[in-house]
Every structure is written in structure tokens, then in C-alpha cells.
């Protein structure tokens, strides 16, 4: 009897170690190197794209990962800080680079972008054998998918100009509106919209005048109660402003200390603290741009968000970007239609990409590599108003959709030379 149970444990030995020769080894991941402001002034901005793209690759992973030539992939994402400074960014870059990493990621601060853009370009002209990919969620100064453009960068949010152009149709019928206060931060971005919105007001409202238009430091402003000071004394009925992060919760905060009561025209006025900033008094005065909101109508965007809400219960995490699932699926589709990782066969298929997800399509343009998708012009409303069911960070205030441009209304024409490899 004992001879027998050795005789069967040895078959089944040799059946376990047949079974483990014939199951494929794990394959190392696909690693995404997340090259973002992880600490300082917009540390919340970064953490909020780790936990969207964190989200989106879970997704990914979750029905397999990639297939690959070589079999399958899981997605990861990888931080490296680069604290709000282009310098840092560059020496994250080269961080990345010596780690294997193929894929960067990036997008809060477009002078960070530019400065990736340029190096990236350089290196992998110098190294073809270790070529990387820049994929850009949210730094959009026209220029980079314009004058700069690259093969290698890849840009999936609409840029400023578009961004201005759907705020617009807003702006434009505003009929009670005739002063505007134009506000920025001094850097290219802030200098992009403030510059396409004084041609978009003297090309569609003529009759609006501005009566302020300023720049100030990026990142180092803390008390803006000056600027509000003479946002307010001037008269305006309404601020166009492109800040983002901090520089828009203080400015939105120290408006409402002073006791304006004008709108606000944003670009990213609809969550990181502005709603809760403002209580009542931005109820129909603050007015947002995106590409998708919580409050998009239809079921699959409503599935989409309370999934997010789901996996990121905390209030304070309520911060989600159709974007940077569409830039993640875009990425899985086109390394499995690649076969590899390697950035050049990668970006060949990326530039043709088309992606549906969530109820929302895009497309990424081959001439410039600017991704094409829907815009939104949303409201700030009490929640539980007609159009607002969701409220955004637990503040009992969301934002209604009041304008959506289609994809192909949104897309505006580019200089872009591209030069392809």
C-alpha cells in the first residue's frame, strides 16, 4: 500500500511539474513612467492623475493586461516626482530612461511638457535602441501639437484654443455680460488662453470690454485677496481665467472674501476645492470646460463614474478624467497592435488609434497627434437640481452640462510639420 501512495504521488509530481512547464512564464509588465507634481504647490493635481491612471490600468489588467508577441502584460504605473520643476522633470526623465521605462506620462504644467518634448526628442535621436513615448493628458498650450510638435508625443486633451473655443459658445451669448476680467498664470499656458481669449472676445463679443488683463506667478501666489481687490473694482461682470490647482481654489476663495459676485469662465473650475470654495454664491457664476463631467447625460457615462466612486470613496479623491482612460485604452489597443513595447512600432499604431469607451469616442490625429473628442460646457448647480444628480468632492454642488460639441466641431486646424520615423 505504501509503495502504491509513492507510486502515485511520484505521477502526480510529475504531472504538477508537466503542468507547471506547460503554463508560460509571468511576463514584466508594461511600466508607465508617471513624471508629475507629487509633492508641493499641485501635489493634489498629481495625485489625482496616479489615481485615474492607477484606476485605468487596474481595468486593463483586470481582463488580462496586453498580449503581447511574447504573451501577456500587465500595465503599471511608476511615480517619479518631479516637484514642479522642469529641471526635476528632466532629471525624472533621465531617471526613467536608465530604468528600462518606454512609456512617460505627464501633462500638469505645459512648460514641463515642452521641456520632456525637446529632450525626448534629442535622446531618442541619440539612443534608437531605447526609444520612449510621451503621453500627455492635460498640458495644452496649442503650440505643443503646432510649432513643437513631435512624433513621439502624443497629446489626449483638447488644447487651449479648442478648450477657449467651446467656452465661448457660451461666453458669446451671455448677453448681460459687457466687462470682462482677464486672469492668468505666467507661463505659456496662461499666456495661450489669455491670449486666444482676447481674440475670441473681439471676434465674437465685440461689445464686451476688458477691463483687466494680468499674469502672475505660477505656483507662488498665497494670498490673492489684491487680485480680487481689483478684479472687483473694476467693474467686471464676469473673470476668464485658464488657472489650474491652487492658483484657482485661492483666486476663487479670495473673490469670494472680497464680495464679487461675477462668473467665472474657467477651464478647471469644477472641482479641487472651487465648488466648496464658493457654497451658493457660485450657483450660475461658475462656468467650466471639459471633456466629459460626472453629470454627462446617459447611462454608460453614469455606470463609468460610479464605478470610479466605487473604487475612490473619499470625497476628497472625487476627481475623475475620461481623458486618461481613453490616453490608457488607447495605449493598451496600440501596443497589442504593435506586438511590442518598443516606442517607435508603438507610436505607428497610437497615431491612428480610435477608442470608444464609456459612451465616448475619440481618435487620435495622425498629422499632429492631437486627440479629436466631444467637449462640454458645464454649470455650477446645487445638487439634486435637474442636471446635477452627482455633486462633485462631497461639496452638495455639481455641474450641469449646458453646451456639448461634437468631436468634429471641436477640432480646429494645426501648423504641425510632423517629422516621422
Known amino acids: 500500500m505504501r509503495t502504491l501512495f509513492k507510486r502515485t504521488a511520484a505521477v502526480l509530481g510529475l504531472g504538477f511539474s508537466l503542468l507547471a512547464q ?99 526628442n534629442k535622446h531618442n535621436e541619440r539612443e534608437p535602441g531605447k526609444r520612449v513615448l510621451l503621453l500627455n493628458y492635460s498640458a495644452v498650450d496649442p503650440i505643443l501639437t503646432n510649432e513643437k510638435c513631435s512624433y513621439w508625443h502624443f497629446r489626449f486633451d483638447a488644447h487651449a484654443d479648442m478648450r477657449m473655443a467651446a467656452l465661448m459658445d457660451v461666453f458669446k451669448d451671455d448677453a448681460a455680460l459687457k466687462k470682462v476680467y482677464l486672469i492668468g498664470q505666467d507661463y505659456s499656458f496662461g499666456q495661450a488662453v489669455l491670449r486666444e481669449g482676447r481674440k ?72 479641487l476645492g472651487v465648488p466648496a470654495a464658493l457654497g451658493d454664491a457660485g450657483v450660475g457664476k461658475v462656468i ?18 460610479q464605478s470610479f466612486r466605487q473604487r475612490f470613496p473619499r470625497p476628497q479623491d472625487d476627481y475623475v478624467h475620461m481623458r486618461m482612460q481613453l490616453m490608457v485604452e488607447t495605449l493598451a489597443q496600440s501596443l497589442e497592435k504593435a506586438g511590442v513595447v518598443e516606442a ?14 464609456s459612451g465616448v469616442k475619440g481618435s487620435m490625429r495622425a498629422s499632429d497627434h492631437q486627440f479629436q473628442q466631444p467637449l462640454a460646457v458645464a454649470v455650477m448647480d446645487k445638487q439634486g437640481a435637474p442636471g446635477a444628480k452627482f455633486d462633485v468632492e462631497g461639496s452638495g454642488y455639481g455641474f450641469r452640462v449646458i453646451k456639448a460639441i461634437s468631436a468634429q466641431r471641436a477640432e480646429q486646424p494645426t501648423s504641425c510639420k510632423m517629422v516621422r520615423h
Do not use: C
Request: glycine share 8%; net charge negative; charged share 20%.
Open 344 to 357: 517607435g512600432a508603438v507610436a505607428a499604431q497610437m497615431e491612428k488609434a480610435t477608442v470608444n469607451f
Open 200 to 271: 475670441q472676445i473681439a471676434a465674437q463679443r465685440p461689445d464686451v470690454q476688458i477691463v483687466g488683463d494680468e499674469l502672475h506667478p505660477i505656483g507662488r501666489v498665497k494670498d490673492f485677496i489684491p487680485y480680487a481687490v481689483k478684479i472687483k473694482s473694476s467693474g467686471a461682470q464676469a473673470v476668464l481665467t485658464g488657472n489650474w490647482g491652487n492658483d484657482l481654489t485661492l483666486l476663487i476663495k479670495a473673490a469670494r472674501e472680497v464680495g464679487y459676485d461675477g462668473k467665472f469662465y474657467t477651464f478647471y473650475g469644477n472641482a
Open 22 to 120: 506547460a503554463q508560460p512564464a509571468p511576463q514584466p509588465p508594461v511600466r508607465i513612467a508617471l513624471i508629475e507634481s507629487l509633492s508641493g504647490a499641485f501635489a493634489n493635481t498629481g495625485e489625482a492623475v496616479f489615481r485615474n491612471l492607477v484606476w485605468a490600468t487596474e481595468r486593463v489588467n483586470a481582463r488580462g493586461g496586453v498580449k503581447l508577441a511574447d504573451g501577456q502584460h500587465n500595465l503599471a504605473i511608476e511615480r517619479y516626482d518631479n516637484k514642479g520643476q522642469n529641471e526635476e522633470a528632466l532629471a525624472a526623465l533621465r531617471s526613467a530612461i536608465d530604468d528600462g521605462v518606454t512609456v512617460i506620462a505627464q501633462g500638469n504644467s505645459s512648460s514641463v511638457a515642452a521641456a520632456l518634448i525637446d529632450a525626448i
Open 288 to 305: 467650466a470646460v471639459a471633456d466629459w463631467f460626472p453629470n454627462t447625460p446617459g447611462a454608460a457615462s453614469e455606470n463609468f463614474y
